[in-house]
């Protein structure tokens, strides 16, 4: 139908636009393990065989607490998270990390950077959330059906 | 009267897979999703599976997702206990179909630790525990399976 068409063409335009600006905004800075958690928003998605799929996660926000994180997409964690499964390394090493399907976007956005915080935030000790920092403002959290949602910093 | 020798014997089977369904999650932490994985290097679903379901039960033998699920030694049961497996059915995912992306997934499988909570090897955590209620994992067809040998 021709406006379902509009929709997915829409969908795709805005997450293409939000990529962009990603990109842009993804050079500098330097992040370390404490600078990982905050408040953080859902501002793109990036995926492969996923055309007019609508990005309406955009705009959702996660904690990532020192008690306790809070993540609407996956489901909460309240049992100590961890961040010490999160290392520096060499963007390049990282692409080339077999197993690991990187959506273009990502891709483009981690040769722009020489070295990224790449790793697992757990939950009790146990994988919750495998993340790729770019910056202290911007990073990506890898979900389920090959989708990774690009998240921004919000405020300081 | 219930069998109560029986009924411990039940109960601790079932406590000995959470529990090392939980001890190798954490022995992997860091760890991404490994295709074809079967071992603590790294887990597919069916790996991480027939790793703990294999260090419970010696006899326990791997077979692939869609092979595990079509085991005679597994029966159906409506309500999951833990230490159950429960089996998400290939195809569309109705969380993608509702924002417009209908394509189709493979089979998954993964171990009930509760009433809340099971656990497997995804692709985007590696092993992790998941709630039932997940929007993605949740909005999915799922079958619940007990083996055999659970209630000896």
């Known amino acids: ?156 | 009267m219930a069998d109560v020798s029986a009924t411990d014997a039940q109960e601790s089977k079932r406590a000995k897979i959470v529990r090392v369904a939980r001890e190798t999650a954490r022995e992997v932490a860091g760890k991404p999703y490994l295709f074809g994985g079967k071992t603590t290097a790294g887990f597919d679903c069916s790996g991480y599976v027939y790793y703990v379901y294999h260090s419970v039960f010696p006899e326990f033998i791997y077979l692939d997702t869609e092979g595990l699920r079509s085991n005679v030694c597994l029966k159906v049961k409506a309500d999951a206990q833990p230490g159950d497996l429960v089996f998400f059915s290939p195809g569309k995912v109705p969380y993608e179909v509702s924002k417009g992306n209908n394509r189709d997934f493979p089979a998954h499988v993964g171990i009930v630790l509760d009433a809340l909570n099971w656990i497997s090897s995804q692709t985007s955590t590696g092993v992790a525990q998941v709630t039932f209620s997940n929007p993605w994992w949740g909005s999915r067809d799922k079958t619940f399976y007990e083996y055999k040998l659970v209630g000896e």
């Open chain 1, 1 to 156: 139908m021709g406006g379902t068409g509009i929709l997915h063409r829409d969908a795709l335009i805005i997450a293409m636009v939000v990529l962009a600006a990603f990109i842009g905004c993804a050079e500098g800075g330097t992040i370390n393990i404490v600078g990982v958690q905050g408040t953080w928003e859902v501002s793109g998605i990036a995926c492969t065989d996923c055309e007019g799929r609508k990005p309406v996660e955009v705009g959702t926000i996660l904690e990532l607490g020192e008690a306790s994180i809070r993540n609407p997409l996956y489901g909460d964690c309240k049992a100590r998270p961890g961040y010490s499964l999160i290392n520096q390394v060499s963007s390049k090493d990282l692409l080339s990390k077999s197993g690991i399907a990187w959506p273009v976007g990502i891709q483009q956005i981690s040769k722009k950077q020489t070295t990224v915080l790449y790793g697992f935030v757990t939950c009790d000790g146990i994988n919750y959330m495998q993340v790729l920092f770019f910056s202290p403002h911007n990073a990506a959290y890898f979900y389920e059906g090959g989708l990774v949602f690009l998240l921004s910093r919000r405020g300081k």
